[in-house]
């Protein structure tokens, strides 16, 4: 008891330490700016944050998300061009050419196969001819000659971010910039940047086991979410998209009521707030993307799919739960702790040290995302002479525990003091501060939530732990994926790993 009272009072005094140092604003247009005042260094941190990921991509379209990501650092009308008018007059050709292009190689039946390299090379002659007008890379070339460092950018299936910190002297460039991609973007070396994508996939998917891992079990745990398909896109779709469609994309999901944009650092709100309402203020507004319609029907047989590859064996399971909303969030998350948090968690006791049958073995809550239901999932990768089945055996094992018997008191208390060591580390700069605000304001609509978790953690309880797990970690809830290993011998092939 005298640890939840000590925890209380802690959370009360941080979350009114910075509710007077934060300020929300939602413009007229829909776009909410979040001002948090941190003048501990003469710096700022953004954190922009789009409520659309790769789950949102349109049928046929995988892919377009992360693309629209990499288009966003190619410029606008402004930034990235010797000459827009000229410039656009030569994208809409090339946007011709290639729909006429697309139009003769999609055909199934009676394509004609000297009339697409005719279309080809007019396609190819058009990107050329807009190519001249392009300023590479300028965009960022201006952020980092102002003092911006780390610009990146990223895409997960539920949202996509940008954000980079700079010196709090370049406010007003960051916020014309930032504005401007957001309402001005141009899909300048479109299909080049597509080719760029398409060698990340064949990277990050094609030729990695662990890609390929996860890109087959997210097929088969999913039959009906668009949580099934890869972050990056399926490569027949990926290869074909086009920057008409990037451009109704952004059309329906960057309007300013479905972004968050979060300042943090040497800031007064006073004065940075108008600048904001300047720039972010004449983006036009736009109705809400509508919710996702479809909804992944519970599952009701086990799965398993077994790659055969010459790598080493893999292991992976997953459960199906509910999204970041359910009032059981927490509890996946002390369950997430107990099983793989350091080597005290139960899973590395077990497979680790004291079996010492696996190199590396976690188990962890919203995979692939959380924005909706998604996995609870288990990973493990087997030391040399063991097998996925091993593997499997001893996580169930340790499931099984976690299902008939208590969760210790210090597993219980070492979550929670865990939990409120992160989020105040994750408070402790500009960036995490940008980035925790932007988050919790666009998936709760209040950035208070983020306080909030720390009274549903301490609420967590053993009984709670017990029955969540009796509830998820079920045999018809569940879909395995294997890598076993295959060796090539004599023109032959064998594989070690298999199923015992």
């Given at each position: 008891m005298?640890?939840l009272s000590t925890?209380?009072v802690?959370h009360a005094?941080?979350?009114?330490?910075f509710?007077k140092?934060?300020?929300v604003?939602v413009?007229p247009?829909?776009?909410?700016l979040?001002?948090?005042?941190r003048?501990e260094a003469?710096v700022?941190?953004?954190?922009?944050?789009v409520?659309?990921?790769?789950?949102?991509?349109?049928?046929g379209?995988?892919g377009l998300?992360h693309?629209?990501e990499?288009?966003?650092f190619?410029?606008?009308k402004?930034i990235?061009?010797?000459n827009?008018p000229?410039?656009?007059v030569a994208?809409?050709k090339?946007?011709?050419?290639?729909?006429?292009?697309d139009?003769e190689y999609?055909?199934r039946v009676?394509r004609d196969e000297?009339?697409?390299k005719?279309l080809?090379?007019a396609?190819?002659?058009a990107?050329?001819?807009?190519?001249q007008?392009?300023?590479?890379?300028q965009f960022?070339?201006?952020?980092e000659?102002?003092g911006?460092?780390?610009v990146?950018?990223?895409?997960?299936?539920?949202?996509?971010q940008?954000?980079w910190?700079?010196?709090a002297n370049?406010?007003?460039?960051?916020?014309?910039?930032?504005?401007?991609r957001?309402?001005n973007?141009v899909?300048?070396?479109?299909?080049?940047?597509?080719?760029?994508v398409?060698?990340e996939r064949?990277?990050?998917v094609d030729?990695?086991?662990?890609g390929?891992?996860?890109e087959?079990?997210l097929?088969a745990?999913?039959?009906?979410?668009p949580?099934?398909?890869p972050?990056?896109?399926?490569?027949?779709e990926l290869?074909?998209?086009n920057a008409?469609?990037a451009?109704?994309?952004?059309?329906k999901y960057y309007v300013p009521?479905?972004i968050v944009?979060?300042v943090?650092?040497?800031?007064?709100?006073?004065e940075?707030?108008?600048?904001?309402?300047?720039?972010f203020?004449?983006?036009?507004?736009?109705p809400?993307?509508?919710?996702?319609a479809t909804i992944e029907?519970?599952?009701?047989?086990?799965k398993?799919?077994?790659?055969?590859?010459?790598?080493?064996?893999?292991?992976?399971?997953?459960?199906?739960?509910?999204d970041?909303?359910d009032?059981d969030?927490?509890v996946?998350?002390a369950?997430?702790?107990?099983f793989?948090?350091?080597?005290t968690s139960?899973?590395?006791?077990?497979?680790?040290?004291?079996?010492?049958i696996?190199?590396q073995?976690?188990g962890f809550?919203?995979?692939?995302?959380?924005?909706y239901p998604?996995l609870f999932?288990?990973?493990?990768v087997?030391?040399?002479?063991h097998?996925?089945e091993?593997?499997?055996d001893?996580?169930h094992k340790?499931i099984?525990?976690?299902k008939?018997?208590?969760?210790t008191?210090?597993?219980l208390?070492m979550f929670?003091t865990?939990?409120r060591?992160d989020l105040?580390r994750?408070?402790?700069?500009?960036e995490?501060l940008a980035?925790?605000?932007a988050?919790?304001?666009?998936r709760?609509?209040?950035?208070?939530?983020?306080?909030?978790q720390?009274?549903k953690?301490?609420?967590?309880s053993k009984?709670?732990i017990r029955?969540?797990a009796?509830?998820?970690?079920i045999?018809?809830?569940?879909t395995?994926?294997i890598v076993?290993t295959q060796?090539?011998?004599?023109?032959?092939q064998?594989s070690?790993g298999?199923?015992?």
């Amino acid at each position: 008891m005298l640890l939840l009272s000590t925890a209380v009072v802690v959370h009360a005094q941080d979350l009114a330490s910075f509710e007077k140092r934060i300020t929300v604003k939602v413009l007229p247009n829909g776009l909410t700016l979040i001002v948090c005042e941190r003048p501990e260094a003469p710096v700022f941190s953004f954190y922009t944050s789009v409520d659309a990921g790769d789950a949102n991509d349109p049928g046929g379209q995988s892919g377009l998300a992360h693309m629209f990501e990499h288009l966003a650092f190619k410029g606008t009308k402004d930034i990235g061009t010797t000459n827009y008018p000229a410039e656009k007059v030569a994208l809409d050709k090339v946007e011709k050419a290639y729909a006429a292009y697309d139009l003769e190689y999609r055909k199934r039946v009676g394509r004609d196969e000297a009339k697409i390299k005719e279309l080809k090379a007019a396609f190819d002659a058009a990107v050329k001819d807009a190519e001249q007008y392009v300023i590479p890379n300028q965009f960022t070339e201006i952020a980092e000659a102002n003092g911006a460092v780390g610009v990146n950018a990223s895409t997960s299936l539920d949202t996509t971010q940008y954000f980079w910190s700079m010196p709090a002297n370049r406010f007003e460039l960051w916020a014309y910039m930032e504005s401007d991609r957001i309402a001005n973007p141009v899909p300048r070396e479109f299909y080049k940047e597509r080719d760029v994508v398409m060698e990340e996939r064949r990277m990050r998917v094609d030729s990695s086991p662990i890609g390929k891992l996860v890109e087959q079990f997210l097929a088969a745990a999913y039959v009906a979410h668009p949580y099934h398909r890869p972050n990056v896109g399926w490569e027949s779709e990926l290869s074909q998209i086009n920057a008409t469609e990037a451009a109704a994309f952004h059309a329906k999901y960057y309007v300013p009521s479905n972004i968050v944009v979060a300042v943090a650092g040497d800031l007064k709100t006073a004065e940075v707030m108008p600048v904001l309402e300047k720039y972010f203020g004449p983006i036009p507004a736009g109705p809400p993307p509508e919710a996702m319609a479809t909804i992944e029907p519970p599952q009701v047989a086990e799965k398993t799919i077994v790659l055969k590859q010459r790598t080493q064996p893999l292991y992976l399971e997953g459960y199906h739960k509910p999204d970041y909303r359910d009032p059981d969030d927490a509890v996946y998350d002390a369950i997430t702790d107990i099983f793989s948090n350091g080597r005290t968690s139960r899973l590395y006791r077990s497979l680790v040290r004291d079996q010492q049958i696996a190199a590396q073995v976690e188990g962890f809550s919203g995979f692939p995302g959380d924005k909706y239901p998604g996995l609870f999932v288990f990973f493990a990768v087997p030391l040399p002479g063991h097998t996925p089945e091993q593997m499997r055996d001893s996580i169930h094992k340790e499931i099984d525990k976690l299902k008939t018997a208590d969760v210790t008191d210090d597993e219980l208390r070492m979550f929670k003091t865990r939990s409120r060591a992160d989020l105040l580390r994750g408070l402790g700069d500009n960036e995490g501060l940008a980035t925790q605000l932007a988050v919790y304001q666009q998936r709760y609509g209040d950035w208070r939530e983020l306080f909030r978790q720390l009274d549903k953690i301490d609420k967590v309880s053993k009984a709670d732990i017990r029955r969540v797990a009796n509830k998820i970690f079920i045999d018809t809830n569940r879909t395995i994926g294997i890598v076993q290993t295959q060796q090539a011998t004599n023109g032959t092939q064998t594989s070690n790993g298999g199923a015992e």
